[in-house]
């Protein structure tokens, strides 16, 4: 019962801020427009980048990280010591990336979630962030291909978290490999549904 009630609880808060767009109130705020309207259509950082320039891409990429932190933060402060953290850290991740991708405000039109994705991988660990985004800039480097060095760096974190998992063994077990696991496909689905929409 105790499990119960405090899943309930992690996955409320969590969902919560996850709902928070900073790309949809930044371009509402400085250009009075939906930014579910222009564009791509999604609520992300890459299309206020689009519409606000730099400073666009820079805030809200700033504040979707922010927001992923807050809640997994909290997740772990207070439930670190409990025996079920692994599957309410798990919770609390899956809950905030569902918020981002379909905030109910918004209709449940959100982002695309890979900068939420990001900030989650640095609260499971640095290290494996850190190889991500090596692999990341190598494939734009050599393909100068976008998509595909998102996608590369972001099923990279599968066998780095794999691989560091007996290094770190509080964030890397089987349980929040789990979530990266549920993240990236969550992600692919988002992903395809939005290309589907803007065909």
Request: aromatic share 14%; net charge positive; glycine share 6%.
């Amino acid at each position: 019962m105790e499990l119960l009630i405090n899943l309930i609880c992690v996955i409320f808060y969590s969902y919560l801020p996850g709902c928070f767009c900073s790309a949809y109130y930044l371009v509402k705020v400085f250009s009075n427009q939906d930014i579910r309207n222009i564009n791509s259509g999604t609520v992300g950082a890459r299309n206020a980048g689009r519409i606000l320039g730099k400073k666009g891409f820079v805030i809200t990429f700033i504040g979707d990280f922010l927001k992923t932190i807050l809640a997994l933060g909290v997740t772990v402060y207070f439930f670190k010591s409990d025996a079920n953290f692994p599957i309410l850290f798990l919770s609390s991740a899956i809950a905030v990336l569902l918020g981002h991708l379909f905030p109910a405000q918004l209709k449940f039109k959100g982002g695309k979630g890979v900068v939420v994705f990001t900030a989650i991988i640095f609260v499971i660990n640095f290290w494996v962030l850190l190889i991500s985004l090596g692999v990341l800039f190598l494939t734009l480097l050599t393909t100068n291909n976008q998509k595909l060095s998102i996608s590369a760096s972001i099923l990279t974190t599968i066998p780095s978290s794999l691989i560091l998992m007996n290094y770190y063994p509080l964030f890397l077990n089987p349980i929040t490999i789990w979530t990266v696991f549920i993240a990236i496909i969550l992600l692919k689905i988002s992903h395809l549904k939005k290309s589907h929409v803007n065909l």
